[in-house]
C-alpha cells in the first residue's frame, strides 16, 4: 500500500461530494456488479467489489508510485 498516495486523495479528494458519490456507490451495488470506477479531478478510483478491494491511481503519477490499493472495507470507513 502506498500511505503517501492514500494520505494525498483523502486530503486532496475525499470531500463531502467524493464521500457521497462513493458511498451511494456502495449502498446502492447490485450483487451482480463486480466493478465500479469513477474519475475525480486528480484520483481515479476502482472498486472490486469481488475481490473487496479499492484501487486509487493520481492521473498525475503513471507510474507504479501513483497506484495503491486498500481493502474495501477501509474505503467504507472513510466515507461513513
Not at 38 to 59: G, K, P, Q, S, T
Amino acid at each position: 500500500m502506498n500511505a503517501d498516495l492514500i494520505k494525498q486523495f483523502i486530503e486532496q479528494e475525499l470531500n463531502d461530494e467524493v464521500r457521497g458519490v462513493l458511498w451511494t456507490a456502495l449502498a446502492q451495488r447490485s450483487p451482480s456488479k463486480v466493478l465500479d470506477r469513477f474519475d475525480f479531478n486528480r484520483f481515479e478510483v476502482v472498486i472490486d467489489y469481488e475481490n473487496a478491494l479499492v484501487r486509487i491511481a493520481d492521473d498525475l503519477d503513471v507510474s507504479s508510485a501513483g497506484t495503491a490499493e486498500i481493502p474495501l472495507e477501509q474505503l467504507r470507513r472513510l466515507v461513513e
